[in-house]
């Protein structure tokens, strides 16, 4: 076995390339290249395209689509708040995105845990929660202290949060919340 170093950006693509619990990154390399020898019936660095040929096969990754709604809906400059990987800071917001990238799901799953809302809570920029369906090209866009307000209402007694939404309905099942008013279509 033999280690490399790449750098976060293409771990990033790795990771929303991969099936949760199931691939790793030498098997998502390794799908790659059997996609692009497929392809072109021959790997050299002219004609392998990664991004096309995974983008054409499964939408856009959910690193690429965080970037493009970041640019195109605040057009501010926004950087990774360390350590989480879907955390973004501008001078603000302070936005925290969730992905969930599959076609025609009947249920978006996420997970908010306590950490990271608690940054997000303490935060004195606008705070928000995105969840996010890159392969259906949407966005839940929530404020955090919607969250909050909305958790106490329904005696919510956790301090993290397990969220189903049913993407037909807009409804955040755990809360028996009507999110349509947060749909944000790309």
């Known amino acids: 076995m033999v280690t490399i170093e790449i750098d976060d950006d293409l771990y990033n693509e790795l990771k929303s390339l991969a099936e949760p619990f199931v691939d790793t990154p030498n098997t998502v390399i390794r799908k790659l290249i059997s996609l692009a020898q497929n392809s ?94 890159p392969s259906e090209k949407i966005v839940f866009e929530i404020p955090v202290k919607d969250i909050d307000k909305k958790a106490v209402e329904m005696k919510w007694n956790r301090n993290f949060f397990e969220v189903n939404i049913d993407p037909a309905n807009s409804r955040w099942r755990e809360l028996d919340w009507k999110i349509e008013s947060y749909l944000v279509s790309i």
């Open 40 to 133: 072109t019936n021959k790997l050299t660095r002219t004609n392998y395209s990664t991004s096309s040929t995974i983008k054409q096969e499964q939408g856009l990754s959910s690193l690429s689509f965080m970037n493009s709604f970041l640019k195109n809906r605040y057009k501010e400059n926004f950087h990774v708040k360390s350590p989480y990987r879907t955390m973004f800071e501008s001078g603000n917001y302070l936005i925290y995105f969730q992905n969930f990238n599959k076609k025609g799901t009947n249920n978006l799953w996420y997970r908010l845990k306590s950490d990271s809302l608690n940054i997000l809570r303490k935060s004195n920029k606008n705070a928000l929660v995105c969840f996010t369906n």
